[in-house]
């Protein structure tokens, strides 16, 4: 289990399935906030449903599996941050993330980002990484910016959101060479 420390008070640590509790109350006392950006949030309705999340990530051969890490401020939960929709062969990959709304405004995700990208181009030798946000999730949209991604343009209807809407979204790419 890959643990990345960033701080005295702040660590990534590889899911697994004890953080299903943690991940399960989260969303449920946050529910009305994380439910804006969070199309999943809907379909988190008990803690079976966080258990079943972690089991398709730890399920998957260690091989093809993705990194996803729990954010831990000072041992307690805040949040996820982690790979998806990674291409091996064309070295790229995609960050996604959350944070409890009681941990934000604090630096956290734009610190764990920091962290996964070093690890996505100096540890897993990908070649790009994409963060794509709702086109009006401004606090989302700032991780990339402050980071120095570029903004390539918009994925239209690109997420059906709770509301049941779709939502354009902003793709940002940052490439090994520009880290």
């Not at 972690?54 to 599996?65: A, C, F, G, L, Y």
């Not at 954010?71 to 790229?92: H, P, S």
């Amino acid at each position: 289990m890959k643990t990345i420390s960033i701080n005295d008070h702040l660590e990534l640590k590889e899911i697994q399935l004890s953080d299903a509790l943690d991940i399960f109350q989260s969303i449920n006392k946050e529910r009305a906030s994380l439910r804006t950006w969070l199309p999943f949030v809907d379909f988190t309705l008990e803690l079976e449903d966080s258990e079943r999340f972690i089991e398709s990530i730890i399920s998957v051969p260690e091989e093809n599996r993705e990194f996803v890490f729990v954010i831990r401020e000072d041992k307690q939960f805040a949040g996820i941050v982690g790979f998806r929709g990674t291409d091996l062969f064309n070295r790229k990959t995609e960050i996604g993330y959350w944070l409890d709304p009681n941990f934000q405004k604090k630096g956290i995700m734009i610190r764990s980002v920091l962290e996964l990208l070093k690890f996505a181009f100096h540890d897993l030798n990908m070649n790009r990484v994409e963060i794509r946000c709702a086109l009006e999730n401004f606090p989302s949209r700032a991780i990339p910016e402050k980071l120095g991604f570029i903004l390539e343009g918009f994925e239209r209807s690109g997420e059906f959101l709770a509301n049941q809407k779709f939502t354009d979204l902003a793709v940002y790419s940052l490439l090994k060479e520009e880290f």
